[in-house]
């Protein structure tokens, strides 16, 4: 099994997209031994640049190749079942409740300059999602039992702390205010999945300082 996913600054390492972190989270959760392959546009395999538009991140399990990161997880959920994910109506819900923050803090740090409106969106967001950890059960967005959810959202606010640190920290003290989300947070950051496949906050900032470049 084999995860292709973008590269860093050195071409060869582990980049800084946050959808192949999640990918990369569920993997760990499962204990599934994958191996990781990073790639620029010029080291992209042929067949995944010719069948499937060079989409990474891309899993390709024998004949099963699969590019979007949703489909990716819910297929290593469903081929590896164990330890199961806390799942049903509740995560759905909560799941859409809080999809407009990466967006908004995509919108937020590529704007070289400071829109009050931008930060008001991603601090509006973020409320929300303070929120739906106060009526949590648990440590995590729905009870004591981590979902794919956590999962996909842990990389995108590790990308939230480190691009606010370093391009907005009036808004990153803003954010740690909301003692749910601070705490979660740290919850998060410290769980083995996420942990465990991080990478350097520089090749963060690599990433979204040419974005921001555009």
Same mark, same amino acid.
């Given at each position: 099994?084999?995860?292709?996913?973008?590269?860093?600054?050195?071409?060869?390492?582990v980049?800084d997209?946050?959808?192949?972190?999640?990918?990369?989270s569920? %993997?760990?959760y499962?204990?599934?031994?994958?191996q990781?392959?990073?790639?620029?546009?010029?080291t992209?395999? &042929?067949w995944?640049v010719?069948?499937?538009?060079?989409?990474?991140?891309?899993?390709?399990?024998?004949?099963?190749?699969?590019?979007?990161?949703?489909d990716?997880?819910?297929?290593?959920?469903?081929?590896?079942p164990?330890?199961?994910?806390?799942?049903?109506?509740?995560?759905?819900?909560? @799941?859409?409740k809080?999809?407009?923050?990466?967006?908004? %803090?995509?919108?937020f740090?590529?704007?070289?300059?400071?829109? $009050?409106?931008?930060?008001?969106?991603?601090?509006?967001?973020?409320e929300?999602?303070?929120?739906v950890?106060?009526?949590?059960? &648990?440590?995590?967005?729905?009870?004591d039992?981590?979902?794919?959810?956590?999962?996909?959202?842990? $990389?995108?606010? %590790?990308? %939230?702390?480190?691009?606010?640190?370093?391009?907005?920290?009036?808004?990153?003290?803003?954010?740690m205010?909301?003692?749910?989300?601070?705490?979660?947070?740290?919850?998060m950051?410290?769980?083995?999945?996420? @942990?465990?496949? @991080?990478?350097?906050?520089?090749?963060?900032?690599?990433?979204?300082?040419?974005?921001?470049?555009?």
């Open positions: 099994m084999e995860l292709y996913i973008k590269a860093g600054p050195d071409g060869q390492s980049g997209c946050p959808f192949a972190h999640f990918v990369r569920v %993997l760990a499962k204990g599934v031994q994958c990781v392959v990073p790639c620029t546009q010029e992209k395999p &042929g995944l010719a069948d499937h538009g060079g989409k990474m991140p891309c899993l390709k399990n024998k004949e099963d190749i699969i590019t979007e990161s949703g990716i997880a819910a297929y290593l959920d469903k081929t590896f164990e330890p199961a994910f806390f799942a049903g109506p509740q995560v759905d819900q909560i @799941s859409a809080i999809t407009g923050i990466f967006p908004a %803090l995509a919108k740090v590529k704007t070289v300059e400071f829109q $009050p409106e931008l930060e008001e969106k991603l601090l509006s967001e973020i929300t999602l303070d929120k950890l106060g009526s949590s059960q &648990g440590k995590f967005l729905c009870c039992t981590i979902t794919m959810v956590d999962l996909s959202l842990a $990389p995108k606010l %590790l990308h %939230l702390t480190t691009t606010l640190a370093a391009f907005s920290p009036n808004t990153l003290e803003k954010v205010k909301m003692e749910n989300f601070s705490k979660y947070l740290n919850t950051m410290s769980h083995d999945a996420i @942990s465990s496949c @991080s990478y350097p906050s520089e090749v963060i900032l690599w990433g979204w300082t040419q974005a921001r470049n555009k």
